[in-house]
């Protein structure tokens, strides 16, 4: 179960972008696994996928609008709910 976002349903896990299906990169520094983004592909109810940073601007600069499932204004109203209930 979703504990840190109840209201959400995920297409993938954290550990590989559904965009490209490769897996987190690598900080060079560190050598730790870098966190993928967290993308909605609509807010209501709630879709998300997790992406590369890359990836994600290609969701949105493309568009690749079978990721993107939301009209404007949906993210304000979701973000309200969520502060809503968490509160």
């Not at 730790?32 to 994600?56: F, N, T, W």
Request: proline share 6%; hydrophobic share 30%; with cysteine.
């Amino acid at each position: 179960k979703n504990t840190r976002y109840p209201f959400q349903q995920n297409l993938n896990s954290r550990d590989f972008c559904i965009v490209c299906g490769k897996g987190r990169e690598v900080d060079e520094e560190s050598g730790m696994p870098l966190e993928l983004i967290r993308h909605h592909v609509r807010y209501s109810p709630a879709l998300v996928c997790y992406v590369h940073y890359e990836c994600h601007r290609k969701i949105h600069d493309a568009p690749l609008n079978v990721f993107i499932q939301y009209s404007p204004g949906d993210s304000r109203q979701y973000y309200a709910k969520t502060k809503r209930v968490l509160n």
